[in-house]
């Protein structure tokens, strides 16, 4: 029989709805549901019922006999972070990259140098599947640390049939390995290979007519990306491999409007994304796009963070009605990272989120755009007990204005304390 567990004395208990939402949008992000001095109880993985320790003499009834008390003393419960786009396996980091940057190069001159994507591309060829299925746990067990309970892993860095489907099988692995839930999307369409560049349709015709058909075979992926945007895939390329994707049962996600207004979002609704990721540059037109839509504005402060870029228009989106989610982008180019407290504090303060906001971004947001809605993201009766216990804070506006703090004091993952 699955254990029972009752959380007494919790300070701020954090998104606590008995039937929330798929999404906060617009005003309704604003909402966080902050119970004070509150229990929680669960039994085996999933969330049962919660409420005022005023009331819970009357409720204990109803709980199991041997039920654990855990006493929080004062200490505050927030539902996990959903982070819906990393890039968390790869073969080595990129630091010298980072010194370039310093020294005046761009994120695209890099990339024409064949430093980038590029550059990790051809280290993923030489990589075996044990080095990085090891080294992508440790980046697991690292995000776990800062909080996460579900993650969105990309390939990407193969850029070719045997690489992208080598990527692909360690993240298979992973979900297999992995306390949280992982999604796995499929990224060929991440930057033209060298030996391509002079035959761009080439390489879309592998991608099309070769990976997405044996990768839909394999079940190796949930999601289809493409990095559509100026000096990468055109809105024409991009339609035609979300199409193929489409056909093999793979829903779209995108990567747009990170280095212009590259027309990537409108494609991406157009064929029903359930995300758009980045959106640095978006305007009226894009936000009326998305909002006729049931797609995921995802946005990715720590990458325009760390390449000096503008960051995206989150106030405006959520001003025009739309929901936003945050996610880390961990990668080992433009966003070494994978710490979420830290996002959150990038979206309050170069954004100008509140901070509930932005706790909704990470969380119920962020898990709708992995399709986790239903498990994930708010502290509800039938959803998983995955939730972070911080340390003793005086209210929730204090994660994001305390950045430099480790706010965890544990992590429970389906009930277990991790």
Known sequence: ?????????????????????????????????????????????????????????????SFRDNTDVVDLEGRSVLPAWCDSHTHIVFPVSREEEFVDRIHGLTYVEIAERGGGILNSAKKMQAAREDDLFEGATKRIEEIIGFGTGAVEIKSGYGLSFESELKMLRVIKRLKQWSPIPIKSTFLGA????????????????????KM??????????????????????????????????????????????????SGGIQVGVKYGALSVDH?????????????????????LPSTAFFLKLEYAPARKMIDAGLPVALATDYNPGSSPSGNMPFVISLACIYMAMDPEEAINAATLNGAYAMGLQDKLGTISPGKKASFIVTKKIPSLSYIPYAFGSDHVDSVYINGKKK
């Open 212 to 261: 997405i058909p044996a990768i839909a075979e394999e079940e190796l992926a949930d999601y289809n990306d493409v990095f559509c945007d100026k000096g990468f895939f055109t809105v024409e390329e991009t339609d035609k491999i979300l199409e193929a994707g489409v056909k093999h049962g793979m829903t779209p996600k995108i990567h747009a409007n990170e280095l212009d207004n």
């Open 279 to 299: 959106l640095e540059f978006t305007g009226e037109e894009e936000i009326k796009v998305l909002l006729n839509s049931k797609t995921m504005p995802t946005i």
């Open 1 to 61: 029989m699955n254990t029972s567990t009752l959380f007494s004395n919790i300070g701020i208990l954090v998104g606590a709805n008995p039937s929330p939402a798929s999404w906060a949008a617009g005003n309704q992000m604003k909402n966080c549901s902050e119970l004070k001095d509150a229990w929680l109880y669960i039994e085996g993985d999933e969330v049962v019922s919660f409420g005022k320790m005023s009331d819970l003499e009357t409720k204990k009834a």
């Open 190 to 209: 991440h930057a033209f290979p060298a030996e391509f560049k002079n035959n761009r349709s080439e390489y879309v015709n592998l991608i099309t007519e």
